[in-house]
């Protein structure tokens, strides 16, 4: 299992930044995915976690402005990321797991990790 993020940046308040994670190894029929982030001084706290059920897991945080999302045919999926905030500030990761059920407070379950995107949010 292979994962690598794209799409970090430099984007001012209230602006969009869509993450791309591109996946291989798996099948999103078969495991779980999600973004998390890890902010400085701050440990890495869950953004949106699915699983291969179709359930879906927001952190409180992002709920209604952050939207995951899977390309199945480009083995890809998307951390779509509206009305930014300075405190969205963090490196942000994509992970994948075998394990079903979990959810984003499942850090330490996710087995596979990308490197990591830095996204920066300017006031």
């Known amino acids: 299992v292979q994962l690598a993020e794209s799409g970090g940046g430099l984007v001012q308040a209230g602006g969009s930044l869509r993450l791309s994670c591109a996946a291989s190894?798996?099948?999103?029929?078969?495991?779980?995915i999600g973004w998390f982030r890890q902010a400085p001084g701050k440990e890495r706290e869950g953004v949106v976690c699915?699983?291969?059920?179709?359930?879906?897991y927001y952190g409180d945080s992002v709920k209604g402005r952050f939207t995951i999302s899977v390309d199945n045919a480009k083995n890809m999926f998307y951390l779509q990321m509206n009305s930014l905030k300075p405190e969205d500030t963090a490196v942000y990761y994509c992970?994948?797991?075998?394990?079903?059920?979990?959810?984003?407070?499942?850090?330490?379950?996710?087995?596979?990790w990308g490197r990591g995107t830095q996204v920066t949010v300017s006031s």
């Open positions: 190894g798996f099948t999103f029929d078969e495991y779980a």
């Open positions: 699915a699983n291969s059920d179709g359930s879906t």
């Open positions: 992970a994948a797991d075998p394990t079903g059920g979990l959810d984003t407070d499942a850090v330490g379950m996710f087995d596979y």
